[in-house]
């Protein structure tokens, strides 16, 4: 496929901005991500990395009564985001920043969770979850989505669009093995129900590009990349159980677990150690 074009980008962003999220999730989903963080602080301070124009930053601000920094490269997004802090009394506790996710520029070990919906996969996987470790706080959360396969052989169309916008996609698993291997706990993950595509991403994706088929009626090139556009629901309708977004749930390491060498404390530790190994072997 062609490089896209300034104008594709311009009827790109004139959609996607003007939704709710920029990705598959909801309230219902990020509450129950949130529910699996047990021993969050009273005020948690949650660093939102690639927050898009902050649906579920929003949310987080109403679930939590903690402090926010909420991250995104893209500067219309955050500017609209400080609207909506404004219009509803949140810029207080919700700092709105464009900045990249490969380097935050917040200090170390300083954050009590990071949240992050379809996003981290922007910057790699291996690599996101290594710049959240640095951040967090031991003990601290991360909870993010990312899209997984789910069926193997998938049609070519769906190949095609996977290619095109997350080539190295993997399964529930691959995700799985590079969370342990960066130094955190699972502690649950879920899939996002097929609601959660539709209510605050699709629905209001084919609304919006109806709106501006009206709009540009008379312009042939920019009616075509709506029609573009418009293919990512409509291949969502049909081929929705070969892919997934998957809700992961992990902690950092208590420090504890890094250090210990006593071998009388070893002992326990490492038999809880064989246990999760077999299990996940399974
Ligand atoms: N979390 C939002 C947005 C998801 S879309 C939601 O679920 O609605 C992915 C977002 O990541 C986009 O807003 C994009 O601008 C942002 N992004 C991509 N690369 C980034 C980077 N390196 N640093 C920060 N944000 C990035």
């Known amino acids: 496929m062609n490089k896209p074009t300034p104008l594709f980008w311009k009827v790109f962003f004139g959609v996607y901005e003007a939704l709710p999220r920029q990705g598959p ?27 898009g124009v902050g649906g579920q930053t929003i949310q987080l601000a109403e679930l939590t009564s903690g402090s926010i920094v909420a991250i995104d490269s893209h500067a219309p997004s955050i500017e609209r985001l400080k609207a909506t802090l404004a219009a509803r009394g ?25 949240w992050s919906e379809g996003a981290l996969y922007n910057i790699g996987i291996g690599n996101a979850l ?18 997984v396969w789910r069926k193997e052989d998938p049609p070519p169309e769906v190949e095609a669009s996977f290619d095109l916008d ?7 698993e691959d995700v799985l093995i590079a969370i342990e291997s960066c ?4 502690l649950g993950h879920f899939t996002l129900p097929d609601d959660a595509w539709w209510s605050d991403f699709y629905t209001p994706m084919e609304h919006r590009i109806d709106e501006l088929r009206v709009k540009y009626a008379n312009d042939a090139e920019v009616s075509s990349i709506l029609d573009q556009l418009a293919q990512e629901p409509k291949l969502h309708r049909r081929f929705s159980d070969y892919y997934a ?38």
């Open 25 to 51: 999730g909801n309230r219902a989903c990020a509450a129950r991500a949130l529910g699996l963080c047990r021993e969050l602080p009273p005020s948690p301070a949650i660093l939102d990395l690639g927050c």
């Open 90 to 114: 949140l810029s207080q506790r919700v700092q709105a920043q464009v900045g990249d996710m490969a380097h935050p520029e917040q200090p170390p070990e300083s954050f009590d969770l990071i």
């Open 130 to 147: 290594r710049v959240c470790h640095g951040l967090l706080r031991p003990g601290g959360y991360l909870a993010f989505t990312d899209a």
């Open 166 to 172: 997350y080539p190295t996609m993997g399964w529930v």
């Open 183 to 186: 130094g955190f706990e699972q």
């Open 245 to 282: 977004y998957e809700f992961f749930v992990v902690r950092r390491h208590q420090e504890q677990a890094h250090t210990q060498t006593q071998p009388a404390m070893n002992e326990g530790l490492e038999q809880q150690h064989a246990g999760d190994g077999a299990a996940r072997r399974r």
